[in-house]
């Protein structure tokens, strides 16, 4: 049984960092893509950041520069390194993730994750 568990959102104000964090329990496959995505209610899903088993990583073009995903494998956990942070970061941040390697062209597509966890918020004012 996957469970994705993140933790480490909050209010912070512009030009903050926050680091989000997302345990994995359940979850050893030799091949895998995990991720990041947030939500603005009454808005689609977005890829925010994703990192491949095989060290691969994507980000979303808002994000470019400002974030950092990156996984400790020892830990199971997912990070997300968030600086610069604007107020239109603003969402509900979810850990995501899925059994193979997804195409750099899908890997931030929500429809390619299948499992996924219950979201922590960033507020940024």
């Known amino acids: 049984h996957v469970q994705l568990v993140e933790s480490g959102g909050g209010s912070v104000q512009a030009g903050s960092s926050l680091r989000l964090s997302c345990v994995a329990s359940g979850y050893h496959f030799p091949s895998y893509c995990i991720g990041w995505f947030r939500q603005v209610p009454g808005t689609e899903r977005e890829g925010v950041a994703v990192i491949d088993s095989d060290g691969l990583s994507n980000y979303a073009e808002s994000v470019k520069g400002r974030f950092t995903i990156s996984l400790n494998n020892a830990k199971n956990t997912l990070y997300l390194q968030m600086n610069s942070l604007k107020p239109e970061d603003t969402a509900m941040y979810y850990c995501?993730?899925?059994?193979?390697?997804?195409?750099?062209?899908?890997?931030?597509?929500?429809?390619?994750?299948?499992?996924w966890g219950q979201g922590t918020q960033v507020t940024v004012s």
């Open positions: 995501a993730a899925t059994i193979v390697v997804v195409d750099i062209r899908r890997d931030l597509d929500e429809s390619e994750y299948d499992y």
